[in-house]
DNA sequence: TGCGAGATGTATCGCATCGATATAGGCCAC
DNA sequence: GTGGCCTATATCGATGCGATACATCTCGCA
C-alpha cells in the first residue's frame, strides 16, 4: 500500500498537518501499519501536487507555524478507488520467531528469558494499548472497531500459546542438553 | 535482525549455496520472515570475507556452477553470541487492516468482498502451508516445533475471528448506508 | 522435433521506506 | 535557569525488497 492512500485516508476524517498526521497514525495504525516521515512528507506533497489535498499554512502563536491540509472532492473520489482496487495483504516479520527457531541453539535459561519478554510485551504493552484505545473518549467507527478486536483477538491467542507452551519447551530444551553434553562441550570449546 | 544471522543459522544446520538458502528461507520461515536475493548474496559475501562461513565453488554437469557455503567454528560461536544478544521483535503489517480500518468508505459488497479473500487466504494457503510443513518426512527440532504451533494458532484464531464479525461488521455497513443515503449520493456525485 | 515453461544458479539495480538527525521556538518541572 | 520534551517541517544515509538480467538444462506437449 501506498503511503499516499494512508495519508489521505486519515485526512478525509478530519483536515491535519503532517506532524498531526503522523502522530494519528501511531495511535490509530502502530499495531498493524507504521509510516516514517520520510514517507508521510513526500506523500502529502504529491497529493497536493496532484489536487487531491488542498494545504493551506496557518500561522500560530506560541508554535511553529503549520500546513494544514484538507481532502478534495478529487481526493474522496480517489481515496474510494484506491480502497475499492487496494489487494489485502498481511504479513508479520518475527524476528521472535527466527530466535525460536533456532531454539536448539539456545541455552534454556536465554530461551525462558525470550518467551518470558515477549509474553510481557504482547500482555503488559500490546493488549493495554488495544485497552486504552477502546476506551477512548471518541466513539470508534464500525472499522475501527473491527480492527481493534482483531487485534485483540490475536494478541489473546499468542498470550495463550505462549503461556501454554513454554515450560514444555525449556524441558525439551533440557533434555537434548543432557543427550549430547560432550558434543555440546566441544562445540562451545572451539568457538572459543 | 541482520540477514546476516539468518543465513549463518540456515547454514549451521547444512552447507548450502545461495540459491539454496533462499528456498529454505522461503519454505521455513516464510510466514513470519523474508529475505530476497539482495540481502542473502551481500550477507553471504560478507560473512565470507569475516571468515564465518567458508565458500567453496562446486561445478555440476548439466547445472549451473554453484558457491557452497559451509559454517566455520568461528561461525558457530558468533551465531551463538548473536542468537544471545539479538532482542526479539514481532510485528505484523496488514493492508487488510488499513482497508478494514476505513470500512465505512467500503461498499458492503467490498468489505464482505475482502473479508472472504483473506479468510479463504489464511485457510487455504497459509493454514494449508503449515500443515504440509508439519507433515514433512524430516522430523522437526523442537524450535521449528514451536515456530509452527505458533503460526497455527494464530491463523486459526484470525480465521475464527474473520467468520464470526463479518456478518456483523457487513450488517452494521448496509445500516450506516440506510441511515445517511443523501450523503453518500452527494459525494458520489461530486466524485465523477 | 521443436519450443516454451520452469528449475537451477549468481548477481545487481532502482525504488521505497525507515530511523536518525537538523533546525528552531516554547513549555514546564526541578 | 536549564535540561528535557512538545510542536513542526524536512532531509539524508542506509537498508532491503522486488524485479530483472543472464546462462543453461530438463521436461512436457504438440
Redesign the interface.
Known sequence: ?DAK??CL?VI?AGACSGYELKKTVEE??H????ASYGSIYPALAELERSGLVAGEAIEQAKRPDKKVYRIT??G??A??DA??A??????????????????????PD?AAQ?ID??TA??ERVMLADVDAYERRAEPL????R??V???R??L???V??LRR?RDG?ID??IA?RADQPAEDRR?AA???
Not at 31 to 34: G, T, V
Open positions: 500500500m492512500i494512508l485516508g478525509s490509530d495504525f499495531h498493524f501499519y507504521r472532492d478529487a474522496r473520489a481515496l474510494a480502497l475499492a487496494e489487494e489485502p495483504a498481511h504479513t508479520a516479520r518475527s524476528e521472535f520467531l527466527v530466535l525460536m527457531y533456532f531454539a536448539h541453539l539456545l541455552t536465554r525470550v519478554t515477549m510485551h504482547f467507527t464500525s472499522g475501527q473491527f480492527a478486536g482483531f487485534g483477538t490475536v489473546n491467542s499468542i495463550e500459546y507452551e519447551l525439551e530444551l537434548e562445540l572451539a568457538g572459543d
